[in-house]
């Protein structure tokens, strides 16, 4: 499907029909939208809303409270990735953020791949290593790696800590919720994992326009002009072909399905969504850290987090952005990763 680029910019910077609120799933689609200012390219009747795709802006507090609990038990080492570091648990806890834990003395290594944590367990065989396995269908097949790896190793003294997310399901209680949204731009990475058929049920049931969408800004504005065309229309547009199919890669979410089920899943400010999460099978408890029951979420009841990720509250509009809390000094999730939105209508003043 072409599309002449000029034309699509002069439509989207000229429409004059009803207002379109359209929904960025993906934190990569937020970061790269306002890091190239697209919303200055458009219309004042086309709104473009960030929603719950940074996976480390949806974990909850109790997540947090056990990795740093973890990491100062004697004998446990907690990996992570750098964003989680900040994070902030409880705001009642001394111990906030992992980084603060890692001060008092905690076992705490940032990683830049789960597989990094190998040598590590192995060097080591007298502690026990915990990765905290945070992320959507994106980053869930290379967990379900790891363990396919351990086993063939039989490495004994690596545990995962889920907190696994799946797009489709928080979609839909987005729209079961009151979110006023008009077209969904859906995640280009997840859907390489999941295919452009994740996202057909959900159009159908909801008769709103899912448009996979790469990076660029040339494909970013195509795929806002796709889903300003097909509002009230249940269909999905593919403009991402070049690595996004239909079906999608069936290997990796053969993998995936063989070491996980899907669960019930907390949502940092949103609560609980069925069907939500991937949990480990009970046939691999073995690699089981304790990630069951962790439904707390008592983060700084100030904090909009949760309005945010819903698309319900502008970034701009929580008390604390900007004032409170900044990149120095995050109150909530959303303004610690680069993928935020918090985050990046401070650091890219898309608030403007």
């Known amino acids: 499907m072409a599309f002449d680029l000029e034309a699509v910019?002069?439509?989207?910077?000229?429409?004059?029909?009803?207002?379109?609120?359209?929904?960025?799933?993906?934190?990569?689609?937020?970061?790269?939208?306002?890091?190239?200012?697209?919303?200055?390219?458009?219309?004042?009747?086309?709104?473009?809303?960030?929603?719950?795709?940074?996976?480390v802006c949806v974990t909850p507090t109790?997540?947090?409270?056990?990795?740093?609990?973890?990491?100062?038990?004697?004998?446990?080492?907690?990996c992570t990735f750098g964003d989680l570091l900040r994070v902030p648990g409880s705001r009642d806890r001394e111990v906030r953020t992992l980084n603060l834990a890692k001060g008092r003395g905690g076992k705490v290594y940032m990683l830049y791949s789960p597989m990094d944590i190998l040598p590590l367990a192995e060097q080591h065989p007298e502690w026990t290593w915990y990765f905290a396995?945070?992320?959507?269908?994106?980053?869930?097949?290379?967990?379900?790696?790891?363990?396919?790896?351990?086993e063939e190793r039989g490495i004994t003294n690596v545990k995962l800590v889920t907190a696994l997310k799946t797009m489709p399901a928080v979609i839909a209680h987005l729209c079961e919720n009151g979110a006023n949204i008009d077209a969904f731009?859906?995640?280009?990475?997840?859907?390489?994992?999941?295919?452009?058929?994740?996202?057909?049920p959900l159009a159908e049931r909801y008769r709103l326009p899912f448009v996979v969408s790469g990076f660029q800004g040339g494909e970013l504005l195509t795929a806002i002009y796709g889903a300003v065309r097909s509002v009230g229309q249940g269909r999905v547009l593919n403009l991402y072909p070049s690595v996004v199919t239909e079906q999608g890669n069936c290997e990796a979410q053969?993998?995936?399905s063989h070491y996980f089920r899907p669960c019930t899943a907390v949502w940092r400010g949103m609560g609980e969504i069925a069907d939500s999460g991937m949990m480990l099978r009970p046939e691999f408890s073995a690699y089981e850290g304790g990630s069951a029951g962790l439904n707390r979420d008592n983060a700084n009841p100030a904090c909009s987090c949760g309005a945010v990720l819903s698309g319900k509250l502008r970034p701009q509009d929580c008390p604390l952005f900007g004032k409170g809390c900044n990149p120095m000094n995050p109150q909530g999730a959303c303004m610690v990763s680069t993928e935020g939105s918090c985050f990046q209508y401070l650091t890219n003043h898309r608030d403007r």
């Open 133 to 150: 396995a945070v992320g959507f269908e994106t980053t869930t097949p290379v967990y379900a790696l790891l363990l396919q790896t351990l």
């Open 185 to 200: 731009l859906a995640p280009g990475h997840v859907s390489v994992v999941t295919g452009a058929q994740a996202f057909r």
């Open 9 to 55: 910019k002069a439509y989207l910077a000229a429409y004059d029909g009803p207002p379109v609120r359209i929904m960025e799933v993906c934190g990569s689609h937020t970061a790269a939208i306002s890091k190239l200012g697209i919303p200055s390219m458009l219309s004042e009747r086309i709104q473009l809303i960030s929603g719950p795709g940074c996976p």
């Open 254 to 256: 053969a993998l995936v």
């Open 62 to 78: 109790a997540y947090i409270d056990r990795l740093i609990d973890l990491s100062l038990t004697e004998g446990c080492a907690v």
